[in-house]
C-alpha cells in the first residue's frame, strides 16, 4: 500500500505563495507518477498537476500553468506543489495521487490518494 500525507495547506492572501508537501510512505516512491488535484466546494475534483517517475516531465492544467510548479525529490519520497500568485479561485482541497500510469490528467490514472490540504485564497 502506498500512504500519502499532504502539508502546507492554510489561509493566503490573493497574490501570495503558500508550498505544499506530501510524503508517501512507500518503498518504492521513484516507481510512481505523482498528482496534484483540487476540489472546491460543490464542484468535482480536477487535476492541477503531475510529475513522472524521475521527476523529468511535468503537465499543468491550463488554470495553473506558469503559477504552480510541481517537484519531487525522490530521496525524501515527497512530492510539492509550489503555488504562486494565488487567486481566489485557487481556493480548494489539494489532494496528493500517486499512480502507476503515464504521467496525465485523469482520477482514474492514480491509485492512491491523500486526505487532502485546505488552501484558502482571500481576496
Known amino acids: 500500500q502506498v500512504q500519502l500525507v499532504e502539508s502546507g495547506g492554510g489561509l493566503v492572501q490573493a497574490g501570495g505563495s503558500l508550498r505544499l508537501s506530501c510524503t508517501a510512505s512507500v518503498r518504492t516512491f521513484s516507481s510512481y507518477t505523482m498528482g496534484w488535484f483540487r476540489q472546491a466546494p460543490g464542484k468535482e475534483r480536477e487535476f492541477a498537476a503531475a510529475?513522472?517517475?524521475?521527476?523529468?516531465?511535468?503537465y499543468y492544467s491550463d488554470s495553473v500553468k506558469g503559477r504552480f510548479t510541481i517537484s519531487r525529490d525522490n530521496d525524501k519520497n515527497t512530492v510539492y506543489l509550489q503555488m504562486n500568485s494565488l487567486k481566489p479561485e485557487d481556493t480548494a482541497v489539494y489532494y496528493c495521487a500517486a499512480g502507476q500510469r503515464l504521467l496525465g490528467r485523469e482520477t482514474s490514472g492514480y491509485e492512491y490518494w491523500g486526505q487532502g490540504t485546505q488552501v484558502t485564497v482571500s481576496s
Open positions: 510529475i513522472d517517475w524521475i521527476g523529468s516531465s511535468t
